[in-house]
Each structure stands twice: as C-alpha cells, then as structure tokens.
C-alpha cells in the first residue's frame, strides 16, 4: 500500500443555487424533434433547471457562495482569493469574479476566472491549494458557475436537451487533523478541441451577422467521440488519483462524478469497480450544469448525509478542452 498523502488543504464548506424554473422533457418535445423516452434512455435526465433572462452567472455565483461561507462562518472581507469557473462569463471583460467580489463585498480578495469547462471545479480545488500552500492564501472561494442555456442553440436537438443553468462554490481553508484533498490529478489534449466547442464569437471569428446566421456561436458537440473520450479520461483519472492518495476504491465512500450523462457515470463506475449505491447521480434532475455539476452534487450529497465527518470521496470529471480531472477529499 502506498503511504497516505498529507491533506494541504480542506473543503470547510459548500453551498449551491438552482434557478427554480424546471423544464421537463416534455415541454423540450414542444421545442424540438425528441421525445422524454429517448432523451431519458440515452442521457437519463428527466429535467433541467434554467435561469431566467435577469439572472447571470455572477448571480448564481455569489448566491451559491453566500451559503457556502454562512455555512464556514467566513464573512466576505475574510477571503483573500476568488477562483471562479464558468464556460458562460455574463461579459469578455472584466472578469465574472471580479463581479462576484463585488456582489459579495469581498473587498480584501483577489479574483480571477479560468475555463477548463466541465473539469473546473476539480482544478480550482487544486488551484487552491497551491495558493494556501505557497502562503498566498489562507481562505478561497471556489466558485462554478454555469448559464449554459445561453450558449445552447435550442433548435439543435442533439444538445439543447443536454445542458442546465446552476452553481455551486466551497470554501477552501488550510488543511487540519488530517482531513482536506489527499490528491488531485489535471490532464488535457487540446487536439480534440473540435469535438465539443463554439467555433465562433471569440477573438478570432468575432461575433457579427454571418456568426448569427450560421449559429456557430452556440455549442457544437460530436456526442460518440465525446463519450469515448470521457469514459476513457475519466476512468484514468480516477485510477490516477486513488494511486496518488494511497488508497484503493473500495475505502472511497462515495464517488462524485461529473453529472452529463447516466451511462458515462455507469460506465466510470464500473471500471472504478466501484457499485452504484456509493455512486451520487443526479443528473436526472439538473442535467449537465458544465462545471457546475460537481459542486451542487457535492452540496447535496453532503445535505442527504452521505458525506459525513471523515468520509472518504472521490470526484471526477471531464469537459471541453478536452480536460479532465480528480480529486481525493477526506472530509
């Protein structure tokens, strides 16, 4: 057995925001050419949660944020870092963070965002803890927030049922009796961009009317690639970072994955040899939420009782880049 890593840094707390307007597979049936069965059988949601046209990502951020540092008892002018995820920035410039600090008063806190899509939770944990480690830091949000239904062209089937609006945030303090992230582990391969991207609306093909009428500025996906690859990145980033922490799947109490699709949950499941009752799911609730995802399961998880003190979990996840990532937490 490999000796146990040292936790650096802990997770004190999560929260979590959920827009409250529920669209079922249904009312998508009255949208586009898909029906709840085949939608349910291929993806296993159900419903979705989708923000409405006054709600941005920042909003959501900070309301998620709000719980999370209730439930740490941080005040806002005790956080020194914000680390923001979003593939939905409300604007180019200045950053999300930086409006979440606003929202919030956080006053004394650096902030920046970084995209690394559905993976963005999991770096940011490890982004915080380099800053608590390298002394910069002694409290940091990590904020995911998502509005994806901003970006999905909702005439195109094959992704408009997929995605959700939510977030998600935790606040991340120096590690204590040996609890806190015992491993993380970050890959990518930019070379399989063009499989999940919008190829315009950025600096490059900037947004005008040929962007428009082409819609390229929505997301565009190849879904039998992308499952491949997730499966494939997921399963050996979850190896990877058991090896890491020095522990083996059957002592994780719960594995968190990334919540896109039931049957790549199942299937990085399987190759985990881990069964599914110590696996969360709730994708048939919300959807994939991009990075989002893992902080609201994460959060409910930890609100059902099934992370409790000293609880050993596993999160995993993968997103457009392509990147991926895991992280070992005792809680």
């Known amino acids: 057995m490999i000796q ?15 827009p409250p307007r529920v669209v079922t597979n249904a ?8 029906n709840d069965e ?4 291929r993806t296993g949601i159900r419903e979705r949660r989708l923000a409405d046209k006054d709600t941005g990502a920042a909003d959501m951020a900070a309301a998620a944020a709000r719980v999370a540092m209730e439930r740490a008892g941080v005040e806002a002018e005790g956080i020194d870092m914000i680390l923001l995820s979003t593939a939905t920035p409300d604007r180019l410039l200045p950053s999300t963070a930086c409006d979440v600090q606003a929202l919030l008063g956080a006053r004394n806190a650096a902030a920046y965002d970084y995209a690394t899509a559905c993976s963005g939770f999991l770096y940011g944990l490890s982004m915080a803890e380099a800053h608590i480690t390298a002394g910069q830091a002694e409290t940091v949000l990590v904020c995911a927030t998502e509005k994806m239904s901003s970006i999905v062209d909702w005439t195109d089937r094959s992704t408009c049922v997929l995605f959700g609006d939510g977030a998600g945030a935790t606040v991340v303090k120096r590690a204590e009796d040996g609890r806190g992230i015992l491993s993380s582990y970050m890959k990518s391969d930019g070379t399989l961009a063009e499989l999940l991207y919008r190829p315009g609306g950025g600096a490059r093909i900037p947004l005008d009317i040929a962007v428009l009428d ?3 500025h929505f997301v565009k996906m190849a879904g039998p690639e992308v499952f491949k690859s997730a499966v494939r990145a997921m399963c050996e980033a979850a190896e990877t970072a058991l090896q890491r922490a020095g522990v083996t799947a059957d002592e994780i109490d719960l594995l ?3 919540q896109a699709n039931i049957r790549i949950i199942e299937a990085t499941a399987k190759y985990a040899k881990m069964p599914m ?4 799911v709730n994708v048939d609730r919300y959807g994939n939420m991009s990075s989002a995802s893992i902080p609201v399961a994460l959060d409910e998880a930890r609100e059902q009782g099934r992370v409790g003190d000293g609880a050993l979990v596993l999160m995993v996840a993968f997103g457009a880049g392509f990147t991926w990532a895991a992280n070992v937490v005792r809680f």
Do not use: M, N, Q, Y
Request: hydrophobic share 40%; glycine share 2%.
């Open 256 to 258: 968190v994955p990334h």
């Open 214 to 216: 082409e819609r390229s």
């Open 27 to 34: 009312e998508l049936e009255t949208l586009v050419d898909t």
């Open 277 to 280: 009752d110590k696996v969360f």
């Open 4 to 18: 146990a890593a040292s936790p650096r840094a802990r997770l004190a707390s999560t929260g979590r925001f959920s």
């Open 38 to 41: 085949w939608i349910r059988t």
